[in-house]
């Protein structure tokens, strides 16, 4: 596995957090969807205080769909991507940075298109 995985995708919802029992005893986990230009969902774990922290910080803006980008992220491939925080990652949420930018832009094209296939909106921004 790759140490030092990193990933800038749009957070599009948060999962409620929950308890889990592990080995070295009770943690609290929560889970962010996110999506990249790929537009697969990506299954990032929030463990202990990254829920309390960041995924706080995300479902409190997860309705503008904010940018994230994580590094030192511990990556799991099993029907699907799915990603996970360790002690050393390290999150900024919407970041001011190229790739975060180019990100915002086109997923606002995606939405907009997407919104422009619909008649009924398509024929009421019309007039």
Known sequence: MDENAYVIAIAIDVCPARQLQTRNGSSMIQEVILIGQLLKPIILTMWDQFVT???AAIAQTITTRPIIMAIRLKVVSHNGLFLSTR???SFIID???PEATALQTW???KILKA???FPLI???SSK
């Open 53 to 55: 922290n960041e995924s």
């Open 87 to 89: 002690s050393s990652s």
């Open 95 to 97: 970041p001011r940075i």
């Open 107 to 109: 997923m606002e094209s």
């Open 115 to 117: 919104l422009s296939s």
């Open 122 to 124: 398509r024929n009421f």
